[in-house]
């Protein structure tokens, strides 16, 4: 009997020195399940800010090509207006200089103030005939 009371204390004893070990394990065990947590945050705040580089990056480019867009247009716009200019030039020149219109020159204008056929042809000019919008 004594040594089955033995056995039974010495097993009680390894019960309550594990329950020991575990309660001053217990603050390790908190500590590292709160490094487990802030590492998954940390890593999750690093994915979201490559996310956000990366959007920000796509807006940049789009808002860079909405820009280059802007200034080919205006570039085109101006090149045109350019054309006319020098074509409206060529044609008060040619007006100023000779009484017959049916002589060379460059004709800009058709009957009824209308563009002419090569520059609506060229897209120098929009036909009249189409609605601009």
């Not at 998954?40 to 990056?57: D, F, G, T």
């Not at 802007?70 to 570039?75: F, G, K, L, Q, T």
Request: aromatic residues 10%.
């Amino acid at each position: 009997m004594t040594l089955l009371s033995t056995y039974m204390d010495f097993n009680a004893l390894l019960t309550l020195e594990a329950f020991i070990m575990f309660l001053f394990l217990l603050p390790f065990y908190i500590v590292i399940f709160f490094m487990i947590v802030a590492a998954r945050h940390a890593r999750n705040e690093r994915r979201l800010a490559h996310e956000l580089r990366v959007m920000a990056a796509d807006e940049e480019a789009r808002y860079n090509r909405s820009r280059r867009e802007a200034r080919e247009r205006e570039e085109k716009r101006i090149k045109e207006e350019a054309l006319l200019r020098e074509a409206t030039r060529q044609v008060s020149h040619h007006d100023n200089t000779s009484d017959n219109d049916d002589e060379g020159g460059l004709q800009i204008f058709h009957k009824n103030n209308r563009p002419a056929p090569w520059m609506v042809a060229s897209g120098v000019l929009p036909s009249r005939d189409r609605k601009r919008s």
